[in-house]
């Protein structure tokens, strides 16, 4: 079990890149997608919450911390029982840039992270 300041420094290895994402890309698609500020700031919100889910799932959550938040952002983006396609408006490359994970890890952690945020 993580100590209590271990899972603090994962929440803020987290929060860092979904910060940077937003600031990156605040006229992007997900601009449009999330259309109203108060929209963008429940997804905000949404992914911190989802962060302390994983946590609280007591799974282990091996590898990068941004690599957990980048899947995070892409299973939540995704997750409307359609064939996921990628953040809107973000290409593939910015994604991975601004999270500094490959889209393999950041689709393999999007399929790691449904079954542990809906328990």
Same mark, same amino acid.
């Given at each position: ?22 600031? #990156?890309?605040? =006229? ?20 911190? #919450? =989802? ?12 590898? #990068?911390?941004?690599?957990? &938040? &980048? ?20 290409? #593939? ?17 999007? &399929? ?8």
């Amino acid at each position: 079990m993580a100590s209590a300041r271990e899972l603090e420094e994962f929440v803020k290895a987290c929060r860092a890149p979904i910060d940077r994402m937003f600031a #990156n890309f605040k =006229d992007a698609g997900l601009r449009r997608q999330f259309a109203r500020d108060k929209e963008r700031g429940e997804l905000r919100k949404r992914l911190e #919450n =989802d962060v302390y889910s994983l946590l609280a799932s007591g799974k282990p959550l091996r590898g #990068n911390p941004t690599g957990w &938040a &980048a899947g995070l952002l892409y299973w939540i983006v995704n997750d409307d029982d359609r064939i996921p396609c990628g953040v809107p408006g973000i290409s #593939n490359a910015d994604l991975e840039k601004c999270f500094g994970v490959s889209m393999s890890t950041i689709r393999k952690r999007a &399929a790691q992270v449904g079954p542990m945020v809906e328990l």
